[in-house]
């Protein structure tokens, strides 16, 4: 699996966006990248998956720039309740024998009032 | 309501006991997973099986076991052999052509006293 590489925390305030950046220089032609959530003391969450360009949810939006070596996740307007580790994933989505998921440290996001 | 159950919350053994922590779900999912995850870390994967009756080593599957009887269950068995058995430890499902959206637990905390 590619490696990413995160800031380890950053700092926000209530109502901003938040931009949060994953490098992957090594990533494969076929991988795609997958961003996560975890609250403390709980399992992580499913918040996006793209390939190139730009994907928006419910949730967040992530972009890819062409080359595809970084990606950003963006949160738009955060609370409190964004305070969370958030985690960049990059590989494969395809099915086989390489069903491993690699999760780094991510980035802790503090959402200050 | 569909979700992944994992039980105890909470649980502390003596050292050089077995223990076996439980995980079900009923999303119907064919892959299971678990993961380990200690403090200011990221998670990291212990066992994974795609189909019932099969598994295969994660990362760090040594002083653990694991058994795939039935699509719904996933039990782990941390055994006397696993050096550092403290952990928070995450069971998740995914029923995708990948690993890369995965359902998490809430999570089992173990500690080894």
């Known amino acids: 699996l590619a490696k990413t590489t995160q800031p380890i925390s950053m700092d926000s305030y209530e109502g901003q966006e938040v931009n949060i950046t994953c490098s992957h220089n090594?990533?494969?032609?076929?991988?795609?990248i997958t961003w996560y959530q975890q609250f403390p003391s709980q399992g992580p969450r499913f918040i996006i998956q793209?390939?190139?360009t730009k994907v928006t949810n419910e949730v967040a939006s992530l972009f890819i720039p062409a080359d595809r070596k970084s990606s950003t996740l963006s949160l738009p307007r955060v609370s409190l309740s964004d305070t969370a580790v958030y985690y960049c994933?990059?590989?494969?989505?395809?099915?086989?024998?390489?069903?491993?998921?690699?999760f780094g440290k991510g980035t802790l996001l503090t959402v200050n009032p | 309501d569909g979700g992944i159950t994992q039980s105890p919350k909470y649980l502390f053994r003596k050292e050089g006991q077995n223990v076996t922590l439980s995980c079900e779900q009923n999303?119907?999912?064919?892959?299971m997973y678990w993961y380990r995850q200690d403090p200011g870390q990221g998670l990291r994967l212990i066992y994974y099986?795609?189909?019932?009756?099969?598994?295969q080593k994660g990362d760090i599957a040594e002083g653990y076991s694991v058994s795939r009887e039935k699509k719904e269950s996933f039990p782990l068995t941390v055994t006397s052999a696993q050096k550092n058995p403290t952990a928070f430890y995450l069971c998740?499902?995914?029923?995708?052509?990948?690993?890369?959206?995965?359902?998490f637990g809430p999570g089992t905390r173990l500690t080894v006293l």
């Open positions: 994933l990059v590989g494969k989505n395809s099915g086989g024998s390489n069903y491993k998921l690699t």
């Open positions: 090594n990533i494969a032609t076929n991988d795609y």
């Open positions: 999303l119907n999912h064919d892959a």
């Open positions: 998740a499902s995914g029923g995708g052509t990948g690993p890369w959206e995965q359902f």
């Open positions: 793209g390939y190139k």
């Open positions: 099986s795609q189909i019932v009756n099969d598994f």
